[in-house]
């Protein structure tokens, strides 16, 4: 029986053991186990003999095993941890995690130099892209384009093709330099191997607890979240978190977003969103877990969150919050995209399309008793005009995008046909962005395609509850955002009709 075959709690229920009682080492250690897990001892699996039988003689002292067991237990912790938090930059291509080393490869394979002598590769999306920078004629005067090679030493990410060219270009890369080492760390962090106990998230919470929702700080607070004391765990929590608290912080009843003179929401707004959280926050009638306890409900929320991607696939216990800040209402979360079953290959084959689900929806029932999700892999134009959803109500249903893209030249296509259908269900649309100019590019794009079809319900501005950890663009390491940035609400307008006195 040596160090490094031994599991390493045992080994230290067997320090323990030999260090607190002068009777045979093994008999105190196996005895611990057989208690706490429930299954034979080790002494029974390899010797028949009775328990009071003394082990070897090797055993007997604690001198000849100490060694031993501090190397085993050494081993295991550097084990558990790949990377320290005083240890986590490192250049991608050099990372001791290989998805960060692929990241790298992929990042020099597709990735331009920004350099200002190079031509351009496509058109220009912002006036803070940097390709606007580049020269649009082809000349000879101008470098052909070049992949990104060179990693800089600040930020360890391949973002030059040469170091020469980050040194000339050095003053404008400084602007994003320090974000892209925050990202790399962050990246690093999620690959270390640590214990992650900011990601355990607490569950129901009693009524007479009130929930404050200014900022992230006072919402864990008041949720009684694991106290979270650095930055970077505040980062990687809020990345998740950011999805069902930004829909919350719209429709909760002490939503930050008021009438008030320093708030964003419309008169237009406070309606819609009043329906909303007049249903979600139905009276206390008395309801318990017994018969005499139960009482008619309510239909459930619907919350359509269209064209899902990551949000699909976030874990189930992160939309639970959702639910838990509504702890009285029943919630239905309507996942609707072409790639709404992204990231979960291990849910496919897809279901059959039959009568009775011809949109072949993925239905997950029963999550807390309080909270349904289906998937659709679909458009939603194609399953509107089937009336498949029909009638929509006011009070009950809501529209959430999450990054859509509306006035993104390569999916703005893609919701020609959806938003005028939006406009026709007079709910709520709940819309955010990655930075503030997608987010002005998408309002732009509606009031070009919809010129007084709508109204704005909520002002467009910084979402209270975005995530703090900024994303990295592969395709363009300069190009970085956060999820949710910016959050905005519209609705297609209501004309009310009045009688005129004969």
């Not at 979240?225 to 912080?249: H, K």
Request: net charge neutral.
């Amino acid at each position: 029986m040596t160090g490094e075959y031994t599991c390493g709690r045992c080994l230290q229920v067997l320090r323990q053991g030999i260090a607190s009682y002068s009777r045979p080492a093994l008999r105190a250690p196996n005895a611990v186990n057989s208690r706490r897990t429930g299954h034979r001892s080790l002494t029974s699996l390899t010797r028949r003999t009775p328990p009071r039988t003394p082990p070897p003689s090797k055993f007997s002292t604690r001198v000849p095993l100490s060694p031993i067991v501090q190397k085993a237990n050494s081993a295991t912790r550097s084990s558990r941890a790949l990377l320290k938090p005083n240890n986590l930059f490192h250049k991608f291509s050099g990372s001791p995690a290989p998805a960060i080393r692929q990241r790298a490869a992929f990042i020099k394979q597709n990735a331009f130099c920004p350099h200002p002598s190079h031509q351009q590769t496509r058109m220009p999306v912002s006036p803070h892209d940097p390709e606007s920078r580049k020269s649009a004629a082809v000349s000879g005067s101008s470098a052909p384009p070049a992949h990104s090679h060179f990693e800089c030493p600040d930020c360890g990410i391949p973002v030059y093709c040469s170091e020469e060219h980050w040194m000339d270009d050095y003053e404008a890369h400084l602007e994003v330099c320090e974000t892209l080492r925050q990202i790399n760390e962050d990246d690093h962090d999620l690959h270390s191997g640590r214990f992650f106990p900011e990601f355990s998230y607490p569950g129901p919470q009693d009524e007479n607890f009130v929930i404050n929702m200014t900022n992230w700080d006072t919402f864990m607070y008041s949720r009684e979240f694991e106290a979270i004391n650095d930055d970077r765990s505040m980062r990687q929590v809020t990345r998740m978190l950011t999805y069902p608290i930004t829909i919350g912080s719209v429709l909760h009843e002490l939503s930050p977003y008021s009438i008030r003179k320093d708030s964003r929401l419309t008169s237009e707004g406070l309606k819609s969103i009043s329906a909303l959280r007049y249903s979600l926050h139905p009276p206390r009638t008395g309801e318990g877990a017994d018969i005499q306890g139960l009482r008619i409900k309510a239909p459930p929320v619907r919350i359509f969150i269209l064209g899902a991607r990551a949000e699909s696939s976030l874990p189930r216990d992160v939309w639970l919050q959702l639910s838990h800040i509504f702890p009285r209402s029943l919630i239905n979360l309507i996942f609707i995209g072409p790639e709404s079953m992204a990231n979960r290959d291990e849910e496919f084959p897809l279901p059959e399309r039959t009568a009775e689900n011809p949109f072949g929806g993925i239905v997950e029932d029963r999550l807390g008793g309080q909270m349904k999700i289906t998937t659709y892999v679909d458009y939603f134009h194609t399953m509107y005009k089937a009336q498949y959803f029909q009638p929509f109500d006011p009070y009950l249903d809501c529209v959430v995008l999450f990054h859509p893209g509306l006035g993104h030249p390569a999916s703005s296509h893609e919701w020609e046909e959806t938003l005028p259908l939006l406009l026709e269900t007079k709910v709520p649309i709940i819309t955010t962005g990655y930075t503030q100019w997608d987010m002005e590019r998408d309002i732009n794009w509606v009031r070009e395609k919809c010129t007084g079809e709508f109204d704005i319900l909520l002002e467009p501005g910084e979402n209270l509850f975005r995530s703090l950890r900024w994303d990295l663009n592969d395709l363009d390491p300069h190009d970085v955002s956060c999820g949710n940035w910016g959050l905005w609400a519209f609705r297609g307008r209501r004309y009310e009709a009045t009688h005129k006195d004969s």
